[in-house]
């Protein structure tokens, strides 16, 4: 197939060139320089241009709490601008297959339980990247539409869980939680620390997925998509204490010394998990230990340094 990838330049986009199925495909893989999403005339062109037999929606506007709570505006109006140019410029030009990514903030805040699919439009969203989960909620909705609209398109979304991976962002400054502390351990260990700090008790519960795994549930997708459910969870669908990870990365990276907790920093939601059995029944699961993946992910730190 010719495959438009958005957001090939991105942590999922890159993961999914790297996959080793990827070669099956031919793959178009422009930048934001030369494809601007937010254009939709730019976009529609594009799609004509090209003719894509499939669409894998990957790019977006994403950061953490602090750049969703600054730039709400942003955060909404990008992602949906972008969601809409894409889907809309595919539908007009008759592009049959698409797969579009949501995100975990979709799920209500206050879920008990694991996050089902059936969940999302349920509740109040968390606060402090409302802007952000409206315009993945109203792009889902409208993939959705679509495809009631005119059953040969088949539109999907997929709601990955927290990622990490190669190409994640390793700078303290952006990084979220794995590669902060891969950073954190490695300096330690080049340091010769004995103790390296974990901000709270660290027994708060977090869900990460290998970028990889992420990349290999696509190309099943791709390889089977009547089946793939018009919405669908990807996750682990098992979590891990941030003890644990810091644990579990210490011994990947060889950092010998031991950990102290800072009791007055905050620790954060208590847990977030996904709910995979429908990932599950449709056939999938991830391929990656904790251990295998955060080993792959500090070769990539590594090959940076
Ligand atoms: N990373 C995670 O933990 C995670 C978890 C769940 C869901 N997701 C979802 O997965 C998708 C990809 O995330 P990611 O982590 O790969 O993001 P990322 O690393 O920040 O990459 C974002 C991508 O979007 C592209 N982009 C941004 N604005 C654009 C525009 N105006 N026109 C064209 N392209 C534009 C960027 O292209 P340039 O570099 O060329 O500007 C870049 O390739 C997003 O929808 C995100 O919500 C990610």
Known sequence: MKILLTGASGMVG????????????????PSSAALNLLDYRTVKQ???????????????RVGGIQANMREPVRFLVDNLDMGRNVLIAAAETGVTRLINFGSTCMYPKDQQGALAEDDVLTGM????????????????????YLGRENPQLQYKTVIPCNLYG???????????????????????KQQGLDSV???????????F???????????RALANFESLPSL???????????????????????????FHHDLSKPTGMQRK?????????????PGHSLEQGLANTYQYYLNQL
Not at 166 to 187: C, E, G, N, T
Not at 209 to 219: E, F, T
Request: glycine residues 8%; aromatic residues 12%; negative net charge.
């Open 14 to 29: 890159r993961n999914i060139q790297d996959h080793p199925s990827a070669s099956e495909h031919d793959w178009l893989t």
């Open 46 to 60: 594009y799609f004509e241009t090209h003719r894509p037999d499939a669409v894998i929606h990957a790019a977006g």
């Open 125 to 144: 969203l968390e606060p402090t990247n409302e802007g952000y989960a409206l315009a993945k909620i109203t792009v889902a909705r409208l993939a959705d």
């Open 166 to 188: 190669p190409y994640d962002k390793f700078d303290p400054r952006w990084s979220h939680m794995i590669p902060a502390v891969i950073h954190k351990l490695h300096q330690a």
């Open 197 to 207: 700090e974990i901000w709270g008790t660290g027994q708060a519960r977090r869900e």
């Open 209 to 219: 997925l290998y970028a990889g795994d992420l990349a290999d549930a696509v190309m």
């Open 232 to 258: 669908m969870n990807i996750g682990l669908g098992h979590d891990y204490t941030v003890n644990q990870y810091y644990e579990i990365a210490a011994k990947v990276v060889g950092y010998q010394g031991g």
């Open 273 to 285: 998990l996904s709910d995979t059995r429908r990932a599950a029944e449709w056939g999938w699961q």
